[in-house]
């Protein structure tokens, strides 16, 4: 692990559109179990259960964040609270920068998959960096100061312009 001293971080947050699409989620997810409650007879379990899982996983994705962070040693990619993605600097091939349209590139923002080896770490379009593995596997990772970015992990990763 790293010392704990942050050459680099980014806290991400949804855009607005998406935003608002997650309050509605959520309302909604109270309505639903509104409506469970509602209807259910017997035992009440498993309307409580449901009912936790559904308010559970909306406000998780209301709360949402992107966090990018860089120390001496890694590259973490974290959307807090559900997901974890270290990636050691010593792994990284290169690094280059670019651009990245979300919806267009990896169809919604968030850790996207696109195939088995590109992966995209958006929370809005525009400036971007792109991390190639020596596996092979590139993470696009969207950034507002994209370019610093990439600065800070080729000179972490020690890696030649």
Known sequence: MGNNVYHYRRVLRPPKA??????????????????????ATGSMWVPAVVTVLILGF???????????TVDDTTLRLAMTPVFRKTIPLADVASVEPGTVDPWAD????????????????????????????RAGRTYVIAAPDADRLVEVLRQQASLRV
Do not use: Q
Not at 18 to 39: Q, R, T
Not at 58 to 68: N, Y
């Open 18 to 39: 998406m935003k608002v699409l997650l309050w509605v989620l959520f309302a909604e997810s109270f309505v639903v179990a509104g409506i469970m409650w509602l209807l």
């Open 58 to 68: 909306s406000s998780a994705m209301l709360t949402s964040r992107g966090v990018i």
């Open 106 to 133: 990896f169809s919604g923002w968030g850790y996207k998959s696109r195939g088995k080896d590109l992966v995209g770490f958006l929370f809005d379009s525009g400036p971007a960096a792109r991390v190639t593995t």
